[in-house]
């Protein structure tokens, strides 16, 4: 095979063997994974031309249906433009029976340059954003998901899965107990191997609160785009290594109506150029630069709410009591609010951002979280009081509640299509119209239940 110009990807096929064929990835703006799949032996052509994949790709539905309000399908001829590696991507894949890889993408224009409506994009230039501030974020990505029988119950929902060790159905909540943790520990071995051989540093797996559900994290890192690709990648695994165990994994929001959602937490601190954590200080403390950061995150919630909670089921999870924040009150150490400061040495010191669903594509969230806290430091913006107890009994519901007025909310805000680009916004408010008009066309069974022989 010849050689790959990247250095870093030339080490890793270096150290797996020979792949038959490689997977190339374009996450689109749910965070699904799309692309093409070529013969190994065609890797280095990747490298050197590209390959060609319409930028219809990035319109496509959860349904995989292209938008074609988006002006990226028909009306342009659903023409092809070039994709590129993504230097440092490239990683074996482990749950094929073919030795085979897989290499992220980029996609570009018809003048060469990055598309501004790729997601990942919209990252990179919020983050060059705050860079040109003087601060350099740092991230974690911690990921809620549930597992579920591979089989739905006789009416179509999805159930929770045998426990491996008792041989029983799951049916109750333990969380952060260990023994859930023994019971599916092939399971979570397994993930934490395959993400290691992926170069993903997937760490500490609990148990949630709830049936099946667990949470693993990606470490903290200062590459933000990087983490972000491995929090895509890892959700890839997940999925991939619980079929390999006779699982389902879901990263739905809100599967069961009776019992907790899933999330996707972010921790972020940001440093100065010297490498100073400029959130640091004692609890109870805030710098300057945390207040502001926070008052931006909190004045800015309500627009951001469709990047946090992008679909009909989002919104499932945001009900009282359910360690799910209701609107953008902060604290210290306090899981009743959007903004958690947790318990941590001084040094440590970061803003956990706790809104978003599972269902959210990693890129957006933390797109949406540095813009916010940029705008919250540009303008000197100042936080509420810190919320002492249960914040559900002290404050009112303030954030969406409904995936309509979310839509509207983003698809009005001067600040969004601002921060995160004219070409995006309008890509992301005609992909969200078209899905919340199919879901609302649909008739449910307990429409049938309710209406049908009482009216």
Known sequence: MSTIPNPADQSTLDQMRPPEFVELLLPDCNGLL??????????????????????????????????????????????DTFCYPIPGSLASIDWNS????????????ESGKSFTGNPRVVLQHCLERINAMGFYPVIAVELEF???DQNNTTSGAPQPPINPASGQRDDNTQVYYLADLESYSDFI??????????NIPAEAAVAEYAPGQFEINVSHSDDILKACDEAILL???????????NFQATFMAKPYADTAGSGTHIHISLLDKDGNNVFAAPEGEPTEAMQHALGGLQQTMRDAMLMFAPNANSYRRFQKDSYVPMNPHWSYNNRTVALRIPYSDEANTRIEHRVAGADANPYLVVAAVLAG?????????????????????????????????????????????EAFGETFHNLFC??????????????????FDWYLNSV
């Open 189 to 198: 071995e397994d993930v934490r191997q395959t993400a290691k051989a992926q």
């Open 430 to 447: 005609c992909i969200k119209n078209s899905e919340m008009e199919v879901f609302h066309s649909q008739i449910t069974p307990l429409e």
């Open 373 to 417: 806290i940029t705008t919250g430091l540009e303008n000197k913006l100042d936080c509420t009081p810190a919320i002492e107890g249960n914040a559900y009994e002290k404050t009112q519901a303030t954030n969406p509640r409904h995936w309509q007025e979310a839509i509207a909310l983003f698809a009005d805000s001067e600040w969004a299509k």
């Open 235 to 245: 959700k890839r695994v997940i999925k991939s290594v619980a079929r390999k165990h």
């Open 34 to 79: 799309r692309g093409k799949r070529v013969e190994g032996d065609k890797l280095h052509k990747v490298y050197k031309n590209g390959i060609n994949l319409p930028l219809s790709t990035l319109a496509c539905e959860i349904t995989g249906e292209c938008n074609e309000d988006s002006g990226l399908g028909l009306d342009i001829g659903d023409k």
């Open 98 to 109: 073919r030795p085979s890889a897989q290499l992220l993408l980029d996609i570009v224009d």
């Open 146 to 148: 549930f597992l579920l």
